[in-house]
């Protein structure tokens, strides 16, 4: 059988990243660019390819079988339309899957990065071989992606799977999506370091404000994380408080979807038990033992890397390949 090539791009407000693999699951090169997000959608396209064809097999002169991109930002699946991303200024409506094909004339496909991630995780990280699971990622936001039947699952119009924005306190503070009480404005990395803030505004103490040298705008969820290691405990309760937002978020989706595993990653779940034990502990109050019994949840395996081996993991998803290894 001939050997396929294929090109991954993990496309990010700061850094572009691509790399080329084999269909043997192997990260032959890989290289990072600065997509310098401020000069604009042409520009940071134009990095896009650069940065595509520095990883091109022979220098742009072989066959590459397709090219897969992941974007931070919600993509209309079934049309490649990528309708707006936050961290992108002037990247909306775009119709990048077209414009990557013409451009770079092999297959192209376009995914949203949580939903790319939650295929890297089910093709070469924690979920694989499971074919009904949801992956979290949770960090400066809350994003998801839902592999069902072993298809990456989209919904209707493609903006399926958006777990973050799961309404989860009906008073609870205004999301940046103009929802109330997402999942992502109660548990976030940014939410985490909000609760801290609120609490210490009230007089409340806290290791955290020597950490911070006094100044609340500083505190980020990793410094709470540390302190709540040392057994701070505004910290510890407001991990805790994190978890058990998380952990009703997943007792909602295994009644709703009954999947046989949850995958949690990002970089809030670094905190390990300061989250899960409180997420677990939720579920298992939560849920009947009929659902919990037989879904796991798990840490993501695949760390930072997880964007190149998702887009890579569409692009054999799409082709209908499986990775010979």
Same mark, same amino acid.
């Given at each position: 059988?001939?050997?396929?090539?294929?090109?991954?791009?993990?496309?990010?407000?700061?850094?572009?990243?691509?790399?080329?693999?084999?269909?043997?699951?192997?990260?032959?090169?890989?290289?990072?660019?600065?997509?310098?997000?401020?000069?604009?959608?042409?520009?940071?396209? =134009?990095?896009?390819?650069?940065?595509?064809?520095?990883?091109?097999?022979?220098?742009?002169?072989?066959? &590459?079988?397709?090219?897969?991109?992941?974007?931070?930002?919600?993509?209309?699946?079934?049309?490649?339309?990528?309708?707006?991303?936050?961290?992108?200024?002037?990247?909306?409506? &775009?119709?990048?899957?077209?414009?990557?094909?013409?451009?770079?004339?092999?297959?192209?496909?376009?995914?949203?990065?949580?939903?790319?991630?939650?295929?890297?995780?089910?093709?070469?990280?924690?979920?694989?071989?499971?074919?009904?699971?949801?992956?979290?990622?949770?960090?400066?936001?809350?994003?998801?992606?839902?592999?069902?039947?072993?298809?990456?699952?989209?919904? =209707?119009?493609?903006?399926?799977?958006?777990?973050?924005?799961?309404?989860?306190?009906?008073?609870?503070?205004?999301?940046?999506?103009?929802?109330?009480?997402?999942?992502?404005?109660?548990?976030?990395?940014?939410?985490?370091?909000?609760?801290?803030?609120?609490?210490?505004?009230? =007089?409340?103490?806290?290791?955290?404000?020597?950490?911070?040298?006094?100044?609340?705008?500083?505190?980020?969820?990793?410094?709470?994380?540390?302190?709540?290691?040392?057994?701070?405990?505004?910290?510890?309760?407001?991990?805790?408080?994190?978890?058990?937002?998380?952990?009703?978020?997943? &007792?909602?989706?295994?009644?709703?979807?009954?999947?046989?595993?949850?995958?949690?990653?990002?970089?809030?779940?670094?905190?390990?038990?300061?989250?899960?034990?409180?997420?677990?502990?939720?579920?298992?109050?939560?849920?009947?033992?009929?659902?919990?019994?037989?879904?796991?949840?798990?840490?993501?395996?695949? =760390?930072?890397?997880?964007?190149?081996?998702?887009?890579?993991?569409?692009?054999?998803?799409?082709?209908?390949?499986?990775?010979?290894?």
């Amino acid at each position: 059988m001939t050997s396929s090539t294929f090109i991954a791009v993990d496309l990010g407000g700061t850094q572009i990243r691509a790399a080329r693999f084999s269909d043997a699951g192997e990260m032959q090169q890989r290289v990072a660019l600065e997509t310098k997000a401020e000069e604009g959608f042409e520009a940071v396209l =134009g990095r896009v390819k650069a940065a595509i064809q520095q990883v091109w097999p022979g220098n742009g002169t072989e066959e &590459v079988a397709a090219v897969g991109l992941g974007v931070p930002g919600p993509i209309n699946f079934k049309e490649g339309l990528l309708r707006f991303a936050p961290n992108l200024p002037g990247w909306v409506n &775009v119709p990048l899957r077209d414009r990557l094909r013409q451009d770079l004339g092999v297959p192209a496909f376009v995914g949203n990065d949580a939903d790319v991630a939650a295929l890297a995780e089910n093709r070469f990280g924690a979920g694989k071989d499971v074919h009904h699971m949801v992956y979290m990622t949770i960090s400066t936001g809350i994003g998801g992606g839902m592999i069902f039947d072993n298809r990456l699952f989209t919904g =209707g119009h493609g903006l399926g799977g958006e777990v973050g924005h799961m309404a989860i306190d009906p008073n609870g503070p205004k999301c940046s999506c103009g929802n109330v009480g997402c999942l992502e404005v109660l548990a976030s990395g940014t939410a985490i370091a909000r609760r801290a803030r609120e609490r210490l505004a009230t =007089g409340e103490l806290s290791k955290l404000l020597n950490m911070v040298e006094g100044d609340l705008s500083r505190i980020t969820a990793k410094q709470i994380g540390a302190a709540a290691r040392q057994g701070d405990p505004l910290a510890i309760a407001v991990y805790e408080e994190a978890g058990i937002y998380v952990g009703a978020a997943l &007792v909602s989706l295994m009644y709703m979807l009954n999947p046989t595993l949850f995958v949690l990653g990002g970089s809030v779940t670094l905190a390990g038990d300061l989250l899960f034990e409180p997420i677990r502990r939720t579920v298992d109050s939560r849920a009947p033992k009929a659902y919990r019994e037989k879904t796991r949840i798990v840490s993501a395996e695949l =760390g930072s890397d997880v964007g190149l081996w998702g887009a890579f993991a569409l692009c054999l998803m799409e082709m209908g390949h499986s990775p010979h290894i």
